[in-house]
């Protein structure tokens, strides 16, 4: 696990996440929630039989609304803050567990059908190594990844760190928050490293910002 993931989960266990919490309360993003929950919808073909586990839920908007629509679906999180409020707005089954360093099946007795990691943009490439190990473990035989990567496409601010990872520490100019943040930003080629002997790719669009390019999404398919 990298000091940037450690930094990252010491922020918002120090008032990060209750900063985020209040992001969210202010402006709920409710079109980009439902978009999301429509694209995950399509991509399980609305099988309610699959078993869903989120890793990084944060407020937990995706997993309360697959729980809503009859999905049996599991909320993560390693920061005790956001495991609250997971719980608060009813989430079922809630777990607390970091996805880099735990033992996925020490905590889950099950291999899951769709994991979804959705904007954790605080990993470099070894954790991003390491998250996509874990979920290949952790998925049943033909198992679902969604995953969405910032695009270094747009960011050619960015530095470089030894183990190839673009990234800058910063404050998002429309979340001002008091502490900068570790965000990492991949190209396709990246991730196409990281899948390669591991997932099949079965959807990659870009979204968000004006020019639609500002995330990678994909879906990825466990190679058996
Ligand atoms: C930017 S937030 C996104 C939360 C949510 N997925 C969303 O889209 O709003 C990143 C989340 O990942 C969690 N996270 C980061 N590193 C983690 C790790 N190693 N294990 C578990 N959760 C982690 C953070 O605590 C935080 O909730």
Not at 14 to 26: K, L, M, R, T, V
Not at 119 to 136: A, E, G, I, S
């Amino acid at each position: 696990m990298s000091e940037h993931n450690i930094n990252t989960i010491n922020m918002y266990s120090s008032g990060g996440a209750q900063e985020y919490i209040g992001h969210n309360e202010i402006d709920p993003e409710i079109e980009k929630w439902e978009r999301l929950f429509n694209y995950v919808e399509n991509q399980i073909k609305r099988d309610k039989t699959k078993r869903i586990i989120e890793f990084g839920s944060g407020c937990g908007q995706l997993a309360f609304m697959l729980q809503s629509a009859g999905y049996d679906v599991v909320a993560t999180d390693i920061v005790d803050d956001f495991l609250k409020e997971q719980n608060r707005i009813g989430i079922n089954k809630v777990k607390k567990y970091n996805f880099l360093i735990d033992n996925y099946d020490d905590i889950f007795d099950f291999k899951a059908d769709l994991i979804v990691s959705w904007r954790n943009p605080h990993l470099d490439m070894d954790d991003m190594k390491k998250l996509f190990d874990v979920v290949y473990n952790g998925l049943s035989d033909n198992g679902l990844f969604i995953i969405n990567f910032q695009n270094s496409e747009v960011h050619p601010e960015a530095e470089l760190l030894p183990n190839g990872t673009k990234y800058n520490y910063k404050i998002l100019e429309d979340k001002q928050t008091n502490e900068k943040r570790f965000y990492a930003y991949f190209s396709k080629e990246d991730i196409d490293n990281l899948r390669k002997d591991l997932f099949e790719i079965e959807e990659y669009h870009n979204e968000g910002g004006k020019e639609q390019k500002n995330w990678h999404v994909l879906t990825l398919r466990k190679i058996n």
